[in-house]
């Protein structure tokens, strides 16, 4: 089993950056895809990025050439280097591990932290 506790949001002005960090209790090497989420007030939970165990990435359009995901397998972390943050970034971020392709496989998710971009 792994627990997932995200950290590193918080209120940052337009242009600016973070760095969210989500740190797994467990092996995250038994998950095959990492990912990032975020959730609006009001809106869905949408992919924001995801990476694979062996490394591969994937961005949603809207955050492509400004955010930055990544995975140590070895410190059991996964990083989300977000630059260049809009108002339209402002959003509960969540971490998410899958351990497998199958329906059953299970999955696992942090509790989330709050991003604001605001002048």
């Known amino acids: 089993q792994v627990q997932l506790v995200e950290s590193g949001g918080g209120v940052v002005q337009p242009g600016g950056s973070l760095r969210l960090s989500c740190a797994a209790s467990g092996s995250i090497a038994n998950c095959i895809y990492m990912g990032w989420y975020r959730q609006a007030p009001g809106n869905e939970r949408i992919l924001v990025a995801t990476?694979?165990?062996?490394?591969?990435?994937k961005y949603a359009d809207s955050v492509n050439g400004r955010f930055t995901i990544s995975r140590d397998n070895a410190k059991n972390t996964m990083g989300l280097q977000m630059n260049s943050l809009k108002p339209e970034d402002t959003a509960v971020y969540f971490c998410k591990c899958t351990t497998g392709v199958a329906v059953e496989s299970p999955i696992y998710w942090g509790q989330g932290t709050q991003v604001t971009v605001s002048s």
């Open positions: 990476v694979s165990s062996r490394g591969r990435t």
